[in-house]
Nanobody, 115 residues
């Protein structure tokens, strides 16, 4: 059974960095693409960044300069390195994995940035 477990969230001060991890219970080479999304209070969920099985990456243009997605296939994990965090980055961050036509989601991890 496929499960995705996010970790690394927490409370940080504005300007600080945080790295999130998403670990899969299966070989991540199984997935066509894995991505990070976030949902702030009262807002719709939005895509933050994605990484394909071939290693191509992309993400939301306004976040690319601060957020970096990567993966460790040996550990079946993807990561989201977040720098220069602001209160506007406060949200629940979710990991998503697609093995077409199926999609799997983690339970999310809360990131709170204090001003």
């Amino acid at each position: 059974q496929v499960r995705l477990v996010e970790s690394g969230g927490g409370l940080v001060q504005a300007g600080e960095s945080l790295t999130l991890a998403c670990e899969a219970t299966v070989d991540i080479a199984t997935f066509n693409v894995m991505s990070w999304h976030r949902q702030a209070p009262g807002k719709e969920r939005e895509m933050v960044a994605y990484i394909t099985s071939g290693g191509s990456i992309n993400g939301k243009n306004t976040l690319k300069c601060r957020f970096t997605i990567s993966k460790d296939t040996a550990k079946n994990r993807i990561y989201l390195q977040m720098n220069s965090l602001t209160p506007e980055d406060t949200a629940v961050y979710y990991c998503d994995a697609k093995a077409y036509p199926y999609s799997y989601w983690g339970q999310g991890t809360q990131v709170t940035v204090a001003s």
